[in-house]
């Protein structure tokens, strides 16, 4: 799917990826009917709002996050995603990194973490996440840069491992 391109499944109807197909997505998928994946559907994240299920990149998922009167408050990381700008999530928002997902945050770049960020996949951090809220971190946390972990926050590690730097707030 082109990057300029939306493919939209209206209600009454399903868009099926046969076994053994697969399909890149770059540009949006929006799916009100169904969806059966026995293939592979190839995108950066996927969110939901009200009824409607949408498949993107990263950015336009934070876009709808923080839309005007948007009900999206969960984004799912699926494939390999690099910040190319700073990131802000917000409150009530929770971002979860799949297994076998990335999420890079490049040198110069930051995350400011006012929501949940549960990290099942590879959390790459060569830059700033200033961490206000929680990280749940069950896969791999790594990288050159910082964590900033504010007064009132929290980062939980249960089977995950930490390589990087980790700060107390004041």
């Known amino acids: 799917i082109p990057g300029n391109a939306n493919v939209k499944v209206p209600e009454d109807a399903a868009l099926t990826i046969p076994e053994n197909v697969v399909v890149e997505n770059n540009g949006s998928v929006e799916v009100d009917g169904d969806l059966n994946l026995e293939g592979t559907l190839k995108t950066e994240a996927t969110w939901k709002d009200g009824t409607t299920d949408f498949y993107g990149d990263f950015r336009e998922a934070m876009d709808a996050v923080t839309a005007e009167d948007s009900n999206v408050t969960d984004v799912t990381i699926l494939g390999d995603v690099e910040l190319e700008e700073d990131v802000a999530i917000p409150e009530g928002t929770n971002v979860t990194i799949k297994e076998g997902a990335n999420l890079t945050v490049p040198d110069g770049k930051a995350i400011e973490n006012n929501g949940s960020i ?39 590690t249960n089977d995950g491992i930490i390589n990087n730097k980790i700060t107390d707030g004041d």
């Open 118 to 156: 549960t990290n099942n996949g590879t959390l790459t951090n060569n830059g700033t996440i200033s961490n206000n809220k929680e990280i749940i971190n069950e896969g791999l946390l790594e990288g050159d840069g910082s964590v900033a972990n504010g007064e009132s926050s929290r980062i939980e």
